[in-house]
């Protein structure tokens, strides 16, 4: 089981990008992927979440309205699309796969798999 996180880089404020997290060993049927970040000097937190089979979207209250997470079943690979960014959402994205139940969306401890980070850099 992989996960491959890609597409972070330097963006000006207001500015977008789109991570991808690029899934093997399993299919998006399996398990759901969820977003989490960390900016340097704070903790680990979730951003999004895509279920699976239905394909049900939440997202984190900070992120509403900017952000959109996807999916391409074809090519088994989630996608979050990054607009509005702000200096605020400077950090490090990771994808995770698992199942959680809804109270446990937002816990590392829900997702089974993990990627590694991609940095994002949200500045002038």
């Known amino acids: 089981v992989q996960l491959q996180a890609s597409g972070g880089g330097l963006v000006q404020p207001g500015g977008s990008l789109r991570l991808s997290c690029a899934a093997s060993?399993?299919?998006?049927?399996?398990?759901?992927i969820g977003w989490f970040r960390q900016a340097p000097g704070k903790e680990r937190e979730w951003v999004s979440y895509i279920r699976n089979q239905i394909g049900s979207t939440y997202y984190a209250n900070v992120v509403k309205g900017r952000f959109t997470i996807s999916r391409d079943i074809a090519k088994n690979t989630v996608y979050l699309q990054m607009n509005s960014l702000k200096p605020e959402d400077t950090a490090v994205y990771f994808c995770a796969a698992g199942n959680p139940i809804f109270s446990s969306m937002g816990r590392e401890y829900g997702y089974k798999y993990w990627g590694q980070g991609t940095l994002v850099t949200v500045s002038s």
């Open positions: 060993g399993f299919t998006l049927n399996d398990h759901g």
